[in-house]
């Protein structure tokens, strides 16, 4: 399994931004973490390949993570200065059940 992330950059509070990860391989659930300044990375959202999700509170009804097979996005609105951090996707592997961890994207807020 690999990954390449994209889609970070730099927004005004209030907007938007798209992330995406395209993966290869066979791939069980997938998910979206973010390490904020300083700080230890974090659970964003994950999905299953069933696609159930999972959110943090600090973003729920902001946050959307969405699944086509092996791609995963994640569309933020509504951002606040607290959701700067590098972002990371991950999936696992779906007969290995190894985790695997694409290159973060950084995500910038100002106000």
């Known amino acids: 399994v690999q990954l390449q992330a994209s889609g970070g950059g730099l927004v005004q509070a209030g907007g938007s931004l798209r992330l995406s990860c395209i993966g290869s391989?066979?791939?069980?659930?997938m998910g979206w973490y973010r390490r904020p300044p300083g700080k230890e990375r974090e659970l964003v959202a994950t999905?299953?390949?069933?696609?159930s999700s999972v959110y943090a509170d600090s973003v729920k009804g902001r946050f959307t993570i969405s699944r086509d097979n092996t791609k995963v996005y994640l569309q933020m609105n509504s951002l606040k200065l607290e959701d700067t951090a590098v972002y990371y996707c991950?999936?696992?592997?779906?007969?290995?059940?190894?985790?695997?961890w694409g290159q973060g994207t950084l995500v910038t807020v100002s106000s």
């Open positions: 991950n999936a696992q592997g779906l007969y290995s059940g190894r985790t695997v």
């Open positions: 391989g066979s791939i069980n659930g």
């Open positions: 999905i299953t390949r069933g696609g």
